[in-house]
């Protein structure tokens, strides 16, 4: 797998490790597939999947589904590149992934957006600029051990970002 680009001044760079799965599926309806953003005023914000731990709780003895480990945030913020990615529990993607288009099929998701690449703070803003609206987001006080960093910019499978009229 070729895993160097060039940069700014021409110099090859290596590329950190980044899995990519493209995906080709037959749609039924060319009329019942939606975008990222927003359609209207006053629709509510779903996020699907576990976005903490494995079980929903804060428990780090395990590996969470969502980490900062090899996460855009580190990259860019930090300048550095470490940490274990987040694992992928394929019976939650599969479930999520079914419970999103069975909403979109049924018409009771307008958008839906993945939560990966940035996390769920990007995914947010790419909604809001995609449709030209903003969102108000209500954020609770975090169970220890977790971040704030981490619960809005932590990147990993399961978890997709959908929103359903109001």
Request: charged share 20%; aromatic share 6%; proline share 7%.
């Amino acid at each position: 797998m070729y895993n160097e680009t060039v940069d700014a001044q021409g110099q090859p760079q290596p590329i950190y490790p980044t899995p990519v799965i493209g995906m080709v599926g037959l749609i039924p309806d060319l009329g019942s597939i939606c975008g990222q953003a927003w359609q209207a005023e006053g629709d509510r914000i779903y996020l699907l999947g576990i976005p903490l731990g494995r079980d929903g709780s804060c428990d780090r003895d395990t590996l969470p589904l969502v980490t900062l480990g090899g996460s855009e945030y580190l990259a860019v913020i930090h300048q550095t590149i470490s940490g274990q990615p987040p694992e992928t529990d394929f019976d939650l993607e599969l479930r999520v992934q079914a419970t999103c288009r069975q909403g979109i099929r049924n018409g009771w998701v307008g958008s839906a957006h993945d939560s990966a690449e940035g996390g769920v703070a990007i995914a947010l803003a790419e909604c809001c600029i995609s449709g030209q609206r903003g969102a108000r987001i209500h954020l609770t006080a975090l169970p220890a051990p977790i971040r704030w960093d981490e619960l809005l910019f932590g990147e990993g499978g399961g978890t997709d970002y959908c929103v359903r009229g109001s």
